[in-house]
């Protein structure tokens, strides 16, 4: 094996398997910091042993007993050592086994746990949005700096900064490493969802640069969510967040062109909707709405994008019944953003004047100034009135707030079109 093709393969190995070993690690040294360190440490010694013996059968274990031997002659020989002193005087006197045997054996519980208590612990609401984005796709998505600032087109110092800053808040907050209970569980779950779906919208609907999506961020937050869902089975809103994610995902490829233009929803060849993630999609859907989860606020969304799936058409679609979903969801969560797209439902279903009046009442109230969505629907329910000259400025106001490149360029081709 040249080396080159030996690191592809501890680059592949490492972005399946830390995660877990972070975790693991994590549990057993309580600092997120070190546990990383000790993982990276586990990671060279593959980097420079791999090329010369090959790659072990099985290298995720080979990782994990690099990175456990490693933590164990930290406790003994370094820092952990002098944190520690009191709680081993303590174990000793009270006939406790070594702790030191004990984190060899811990290393071997159920890794399910640990990768739960570290979504939980990187979505903690202590942290700021931008810096639980980064921090989950650093420890569980296994994406380098550079990796996650290309994906978010934001410089890789900045990215760095944020993931530094936000371990050394958990640390400053003393952040318990634990699957919180009661009504903290519920709020903490909400952050990890959140996170989740705010990777995969940026992946979805990218909000700057040149390209329209990035199905590297979909993919990872679908990976995410599945890992949740298998390890909180019970929980609906999980299972609403990942069927909702699989339906939207599954017009991926269809709502970009051959030249990178974005395709909208009236035009796309719904032959090319991937038919097994819809499937996937709809299952976990209904296994949400089994769960009790219906009014969820993903499995709304989510039965919304079924309504999308299961029609041949636009025109077949179900409007009223979408915008029917929509509305409840506006009396969930008061969005002014789910409420535009209520207004765009209303309009399918009831007539472009309807949906007008809503979209009017929304912007008399200035919540959406800056959203360039909002002067887009406005212009495409005042074009269907054929009030072209209106239409047409609101076109161009939407282009100029527009931070991506494709969605500047589809807004001022539909201005154009407009025109008399």
Same mark, same amino acid.
């Given at each position: 094996m040249t080396p080159s093709e030996a690191q592809r393969a501890v680059e592949a190995v490492w972005r399946l398997?830390? &995660?877990?070993?972070?975790? @693991?690690?994590?549990?057993?040294?309580?600092?997120?910091?070190? !546990?990383?360190?000790?993982?990276?440490?586990? /990671?060279? @010694?593959?980097?420079?042993?791999?090329?010369?013996?090959?790659?072990?059968?099985?290298?995720?274990?080979?990782?994990? $007993?690099?990175? *456990?031997?490693?933590?164990?002659?930290?406790?003994?020989?370094?820092? /952990?050592?002098?944190?520690?002193?009191?709680?081993?005087?303590?174990?000793?006197?009270?006939?406790?086994? #070594?702790?030191?045997? %004990?984190?060899?054996?811990?290393? #071997? %519980?159920?890794?399910?746990?640990?990768?739960?208590?570290?979504?939980? $612990? !990187?979505?903690?609401?202590?942290?700021? $949005?931008?810096?639980?984005?980064?921090?989950?796709?650093?420890?569980?998505?296994?994406?380098?700096?550079?990796?996650?600032?290309?994906?978010?087109?934001?410089?890789?110092?900045?990215?760095?900064?944020?993931?530094?800053?936000?371990? *050394?808040?958990?640390?400053? +907050?003393?952040?318990?490493?634990?699957?919180?209970?009661?009504?903290?569980?519920?709020?903490?779950?909400?952050?990890? /969802?959140?996170?989740?779906?705010?990777?995969?919208?940026?992946?979805?609907?990218?909000? @700057?640069?040149? %390209?329209?999506?990035? &199905?590297?961020?979909?993919?990872?937050?679908?990976?995410?969510?599945?890992?949740? +869902?298998?390890?909180?089975?019970?929980?609906?809103?999980?299972?609403?967040l990942v069927a909702l994610m699989e339906l939207q995902a599954s017009r991926l490829r269809a709502r970009v062109g051959p030249a990178g233009e974005i395709v909208r929803l009236a035009d796309q060849n719904r032959a090319r909707w991937d038919r097994l993630l819809i499937g996937r999609g709809l299952a976990g859907l209904r296994r949400a709405e089994a769960l009790g989860g219906s009014s969820g606020a993903y499995a709304l969304q989510a039965a919304i994008a079924a309504c999308h799936a299961r029609a041949a058409s636009v025109e077949a679609t179900d409007w009223p019944a979408i915008a029917g979903l929509y509305a409840r969801l506006v009396d969930l969560t008061g969005s002014p953003i789910v409420r535009l797209n209520h207004a765009v439902a209303v309009g399918m279903a009831s007539g472009p004047l309807a949906g007008l009046a809503l979209v009017d009442a929304l912007n008399a109230e200035g919540a959406l100034a800056s959203y360039h969505y909002a002067p887009s629907v406005r212009g495409d329910l005042l074009e269907k009135l054929g009030r072209l000259a209106e239409a047409r400025a609101e076109f161009d106001r939407a282009a100029a707030l527009a931070t991506n490149a494709r969605e500047r360029e589809l807004l001022r081709a539909r201005a154009l079109a407009v025109r008399d």
């Open positions: 398997e830390s &995660p877990k070993l972070i975790a @693991a690690l994590t549990r057993m040294v309580r600092d997120l910091a070190t !546990a990383e360190d000790l993982a990276h440490d586990a /990671l060279v @010694a593959a980097l420079q042993q791999w090329p010369e013996q090959g790659i072990p059968r099985n290298p995720g274990a080979w990782l994990m $007993t690099a990175a *456990k031997r490693r933590a164990i002659d930290g406790l003994r020989r370094h820092t /952990l050592l002098a944190r520690k002193h009191e709680e081993l005087a303590r174990d000793i006197d009270e006939g406790r086994p #070594d702790p030191v045997a %004990d984190i060899e054996a811990a290393m #071997d %519980d159920d890794i399910g746990d640990d990768l739960l208590r570290l979504m939980f $612990t !990187a979505c903690h609401p202590v942290l700021s $949005t931008e810096a639980r984005v980064a921090l989950t796709l650093r420890l569980l998505g296994g994406l380098t700096t550079d990796e996650i600032a290309r994906a978010f087109i934001v410089p890789e110092p900045t990215i760095a900064q944020r993931i530094v800053r936000a371990k *050394k808040t958990l640390a400053k +907050a003393a952040v318990p490493y634990e699957v919180p209970r009661g009504d903290d569980r519920a709020e903490r779950l909400a952050s990890v /969802l959140e996170v989740v779906y705010l990777i995969f919208n940026e992946g979805y609907s990218a909000t @700057a640069g040149d %390209d329209w999506v990035r &199905p590297q961020l979909c993919e990872e937050a679908m990976r995410l969510g599945r890992v949740l +869902a298998e390890l909180a089975p019970g929980e609906p809103e999980v299972h609403g």
